[in-house]
């Protein structure tokens, strides 16, 4: 009688939990670009301009590249883990971190974009 062999267990570069918690930012990411956080910039007293957030150009780059490597994370992790592809993969959380520090501060907190660029930069120095 022939027995089959024991899958072997693979050691992915991402665990599951880690995976789920890349699906989750992608999840919120995708809300936050479907219903754009809208805020008041103050020209004068009298005069008030509405704003999207998430409509800035200087903001649409960083969401492309957050969204690829979001994405990438996903892919890659369930790849079987190697010390070249780990080094790879913290190279990008690293970045992903960093998008995310700068969305959330100029979205949700309404950090002045240049202002935060200039600060990432001095950080990653």
Do not use: W
Not at 9 to 31: D, Y
Not at 58 to 67: A, K, R, W
Not at 109 to 116: A, D, H, L, P, Y
């Amino acid at each position: 009688m022939f027995v089959a062999p024991r899958p072997v267990a693979v050691k992915q570069m991402l665990s599951e939990e880690e995976i789920n918690k890349v699906h989750g930012k992608i999840r919120g990411l995708n809300k936050l670009r479907e219903h754009p956080v809208s805020f008041r910039l103050s020209i004068s007293d009298n005069c008030r301009l509405s704003v999207q957030r998430m409509a800035l150009a200087e903001l649409q780059e960083p969401l492309n590249i957050l969204m690829f490597n979001l994405n990438s994370m996903i892919y890659f992790g369930r790849f079987q883990y190697n010390e070249e592809m780990k080094s790879y993969m913290t190279a990008g959380v690293e970045l992903t971190k960093t998008i995310e520090d700068l969305i959330i501060r100029v979205v949700l907190r309404g950090e002045n974009i240049e202002e935060v660029k200039v600060y990432l930069q001095e950080q990653c120095k």
